[in-house]
T-cell receptor, first 112, second 118 residues
C-alpha cells in the first residue's frame, strides 16, 4: 500500500526552465494539497484541491499551477522556475479535517 | 483566520532530560482539531497525535504526553527522558472545516527543531 507517492524525489533546474511535480495517492481521499517547506517557515500551502476538477489557491500560489484531472493525481507545475522556488515540496491528502494528513516523502527542488 | 505559533525555534537538551514543546493556536471555528507531527532528519512527516477541540483530556503515550488547554489556546507536547532518536523538527497543526464555507484548512506552525545531545 503506497499511500502518497511523489516524483521525482530530487531535481535541479536552471532559472527559466519548467517542470511538473507529480503526486499520486491510493487512499481514495478527496482532498489533496501541495505545500512548500523552507527553513524557519514551516509548511506553507501552495494549492489545494477539494475534489477532481477543482483547485484553489493557498497562501503562496504565485509562480505555480496545478492540475487535478482525476481523484488519484494532483500535479504541481512551475512554468518558469526562479531561484526563490528552491524548496522541499510536499504533497498531502486528507479524508476529513478530524483526521491527520497523509504526506508524500517530498521533492527536493533546487533552482540555479 | 487560523494561526499556529511555535515560539521555540530550536531547543537543545541532554539525553534523559525532559523537554516541552509549546504550541499556541488561534481560530474562530468552534470545532477544530490539533495535531503534532514529527519530521526526523530523513525528511518524512510522521503523525504523532490528534486532539479534538471538545476533548480536553490530556494524553500519555509512553515517553510522550500532550497537554491541551482550551482556556489558553495551547497544545503542548512533552517528551520525558529524551533520547537521541527524538532529535527532529516537530510541527503543531490546526485543522478545521469552516462553517462559513471554504476548504478544509490545515495550518502549520513554523516548527521546533529539537536536538538531543548524547
Amino acid at each position: 500500500n503506497a499511500g502518497v507517492t511523489q516524483t521525482p524525489k530530487f531535481q535541479v533546474l536552471k532559472t527559466g526552465q519548467s517542470m511538473t511535480l507529480q503526486c499520486a495517492q491510493d487512499m481514495n481521499h478527496n482532498s489533496m494539497y501541495w505545500y512548500r517547506q523552507d527553513p524557519g517557515m514551516g509548511l506553507r500551502l501552495i494549492y489545494y484541491s477539494a475534489s477532481e476538477g477543482t483547485t484553489d489557491k493557498g497562501e503562496v500560489p504565485n509562480g505555480y499551477n496545478v492540475s487535478r484531472l482525476n481523484k488519484r493525481e494532483f500535479s504541481l507545475r512551475l512554468e518558469s522556475a526562479a531561484p526563490s522556488q528552491t524548496s522541499v515540496y510536499f504533497c498531502a491528502t486528507l479524508y476529513y479535517s478530524n483526521q491527520p494528513q497523509h504526506f508524500g516523502d517530498g521533492t527536493r527542488l533546487s533552482i540555479l | 483566520a487560523q494561526k499556529v505559533t511555535q515560539a521555540q525555534t530550536e531547543i537543545s537538551v541532554v539525553e534523559k532530560e525532559d523537554v516541552t514543546l509549546d504550541c499556541v493556536y488561534e481560530t474562530r471555528d468552534t470545532t477544530y482539531y490539533l495535531f503534532w507531527y514529527k519530521q526526523p532528519p530523513s525528511g518524512e512527516l510522521v503523525f504523532l497525535i490528534r486532539r479534538n477541540s471538545f476533548d480536553e483530556q490530556n494524553e500519555i503515550s509512553g515517553r510522550y504526553s500532550w497537554n491541551f488547554q482550551k482556556s489558553t489556546s495551547s497544545f503542548n507536547f512533552t517528551i520525558t527522558a529524551s533520547q537521541v532518536v527524538d532529535s527532529a523538527v516537530y510541527f503543531c497543526a490546526l485543522s478545521a472545516f469552516p462553517v462559513s464555507g471554504g476548504y478544509q484548512k490545515v495550518t502549520f506552525g513554523t516548527g521546533t527543531k529539537l536536538q538531543v545531545i548524547p
